[in-house]
């Protein structure tokens, strides 16, 4: 039995190290173009918009989105919380600052992704990334004020940055009364990210 939960400790850690390094390799490959190394970051089954299935599609929707929308890209990977689910399924967080040269501008942007990961024959993949906007907008042009996508050409609009986190709106709308506040307990080891989310739905996410 000690063996097994130490087999078990060991296999937690390398997929903790596994999957850290899935945001990392996907920065760096879209940074640098490389398509094949960045479709192979998700399963073969990758779903693609409301239709398609397949790594192929989805190599082909992202080379439509780099070529027709920007020129230069960096991506700064920032925090990553990883929690699991079971042995081979695991969903995270991870804040990601980004450049893009996009015509005449350059539009820098705050976001973070909430991931999905799932263990495939021995490897981990993204099974989906959805990415919830905080803001875009050129170098020079600071986001003050609402609708802080604001991406050259296009009509403004809101990033969904807050929306998975129920906290959010919870602030705003519970005054402080001037007694000392009720304070929650830490949420359980490895369940961090759920408690944040407080069991509430996924939103629909505007990514253009």
């Known amino acids: 039995m000690h063996d097994s939960s130490l087999l078990e400790r060991i296999d937690r850690l390398e997929s903790i190290e596994e999957i850290r390094m899935l945001p990392a390799k996907y920065a760096l490959a ?15 089954d990758v779903v693609v918009g409301k239709e398609r299935v397949g790594r192929a599609h989805l190599k082909q929707w992202i080379d439509d989105t780099l070529r027709n929308q920007f020129t230069v890209t960096s991506h700064h990977i920032g925090g990553h919380i ?12 991870v804040y990601s600052k980004n450049e893009h040269e996009t015509g005449p501008e350059w539009v820098i942007m705050q976001m973070l992704y909430w991931d999905d990961y799932e263990r495939i024959d021995g490897r981990w993949y993204f099974r989906r990334r959805l990415p919830c906007y905080l803001y875009a907008s050129d170098l020079n042009k600071p986001p003050i004020g609402d609708k802080k996508m604001r991406w050259p050409g296009r009509e403004l609009y809101d990033g969904s940055w807050h929306d998975l986190w129920p906290s959010w709106k919870a602030f705003w709308n519970n005054k402080p009364t001037g007694e000392l506040p009720d304070v929650a307990a830490p949420a359980p080891l490895g369940a961090f990210l759920e ?7 996924v939103p629909k996410i505007r990514t253009r």
């Open 195 to 201: 408690s944040m989310r407080r069991g509430s739905p």
């Open 30 to 44: 879209l940074d640098m173009r490389d398509l094949d190394a960045w479709t192979s970051l998700f399963p073969e």
């Open 82 to 93: 990883i929690e699991f689910k079971d042995a081979d399924h695991a969903s995270g967080v």
